[in-house]
């Protein structure tokens, strides 16, 4: 049982909210949602004023990625974890490589090796608190990595594996959780898919893709030859990706979205945007996480979970605790005095904390968290 400890209230961050996803929610974002109310909620999302605010979104992230010539934003229902069955429909044209270090990278491999019109795809795994990234590998069509392992709080590199271009490969990245928190040179992808409840401070149910000319190109061919006489494979409307392109051409999405998330998704993109976009981002996300990881290297009970410096993100940090800590009590603690979801992944099983280090998160409530933690582990 959890004894109960009282944190003083000139130690609590302004704002207790550290998830690694849902994230915390700007208060901005809450107004934003309560003046759209009246023109907004409830109405068609294939009316101007929703495809207004769609095409914003588009704009807004377009700016805000820097994308290159030709890369198109594309947005979907379901969810990132949607994309994944996405991608196995309409990108992967015969087999795919996988680099899985977590339980997020591992899923999507899983999906592909459920697709029965697809080849065994060549898995590179590695260990929990590490990265592999899937190697060069003859008549694979596409190769597919995390750039955020939200699990373990592992970063990994961007950037194509040498050949695969020349062997008309794409790459696919799963940016869920390191979107807008992490740097990345969109031109190194072909896919980069993420949902809004991370960075962006938004709810759940959207994919967004920034997707290159080639992967396009790519799924208006697979849509084509399902069409061929013997073709085995077959894309549900819901999943196919020529369908969300086209759609969001129109600045709408297939079917009917939540009209709060995209409120809220926009007003964040531009909150965003107007502070100074990615670079601004990713470096207050890198200054939080350093808060983290400097006071787990000096603290007696706590130490960062990644051991290579060069892979801990910036986006969710992992803090493992001393056998003699409990952070179950910890966490409970925290939650008593306000301070929410700093709970380790659970199926990863370790003594952890896993703190979320988002954009909307000010780096002083994560100065503050430090403290009451170090307040609590001592008042147990």
């Avoid at 591992?106 to 590179?124: G, M, N, R, T, V």
């Avoid at 979320?356 to 307040?375: H, N």
């Amino acid at each position: 049982m959890t004894n109960t400890v009282t944190i003083p209230s000139n130690m609590l961050p302004e704002d207790g909210r550290f998830g690694s996803g849902p994230t915390k929610i700007r208060p901005e974002q809450i107004q934003a949602l309560d003046k759209g109310a009246r023109n907004l909620l409830g109405t068609s999302h294939r009316q101007t004023p929703i495809k207004q605010v769609v095409g914003s979104i588009r704009e807004g992230l377009s700016e805000f990625f820097q994308t290159p010539d030709g890369y198109e934003v594309v947005l979907g229902n379901g969810g990132a974890s949607a994309f994944w069955d996405i991608a196995c429909a309409s990108l992967i044209t015969r087999k795919a490589a996988f680099g899985t270090y977590g339980s997020f990278s591992s899923k999507f491999a899983k999906s592909a090796q459920s697709a029965p019109f697809l080849e065994e795809p060549e898995i590179f795994a590695g260990e929990p608190g590490t990265y592999r990234l899937p190697e060069l590998t003859e008549y694979v069509d596409t190769y597919c990595w995390a750039h955020n392992e939200t699990s373990t709080g592992v970063a990994a590199p961007i950037k194509r594996i040498a050949g695969t271009k020349e062997q008309g490969a794409l790459t696919l990245i799963d940016a869920t959780s390191g979107a807008g928190a992490l740097p990345v040179d969109i031109s190194q992808t072909d896919a980069y898919y993420f949902s809004p409840q991370k960075a962006f401070g938004s709810d759940g149910g959207l994919w967004i893709a920034v997707l290159s000319p080639a992967a396009v190109e790519r799924a208006y061919g697979i849509a084509k030859s399902v069409d061929l006489p013997g073709a085995r494979r077959w894309i549900p409307s819901f999943l196919s990706l020529t369908s969300a392109i086209e759609n969001s051409r129109k600045d709408q999405t297939l079917n009917t979205p939540a009209v709060a998330t995209l409120i809220m998704l926009e007003n964040q993109v531009r909150w965003l945007n107007d502070n100074g976009g990615l670079a601004w981002a990713s470096a207050r996300c890198a200054r939080s996480a350093s808060l983290l990881y400097q006071w787990a290297e000096k603290s007696d009970y706590a130490s960062p979970f990644v051991a290579d410096k060069n892979a801990r993100s910036n986006a969710v940090v992992t803090i493992d605790l001393d056998e003699r800590i409990s952070a179950t009590q910890v966490v409970a603690a925290l939650r008593e005095n306000g301070i929410v979801d700093t709970n380790g992944y659970r199926k990863l099983g370790r003594n952890q904390l896993r703190i979320g280090v988002f954009p909307s998160v000010d780096p002083s409530d994560v100065d503050a968290l430090t403290r009451c933690i170090d307040y609590v582990v001592e008042h147990l």
